[in-house]
């Protein structure tokens, strides 16, 4: 009986040994791991970049329509004085 607990004993031991062993990371998995992340803070990065990009883009077709209406709206004044003189 003590010789069973005891080798029962040692399973249990060495079976919670083995999973750390087995989860242990080198040098390479570390490496990868590592520019995995790099690659991925990249990529985040170049995709808020390019966000920007659109905003900024989409602000300036907004800017160049206002300012196409303040000079249509120019020219209609422009008109208008030009028909009351008419008159």
Known sequence: MRRSVISLLAV??????LPSVAIAENE????VRHDNRELDKGVDHDAKEVDKGVKHDASEVDKAARHADD???????HVDKEVKKDL
Do not use: I, T
Not at 72 to 77: G, L, P, S, V, Y
């Open 12 to 17: 249990f031991v060495l079976a919670a040994a």
């Open 28 to 31: 390479l998995e570390k490496g």
């Open 71 to 77: 000079e249509r709206h120019k020219a209609d004044k």
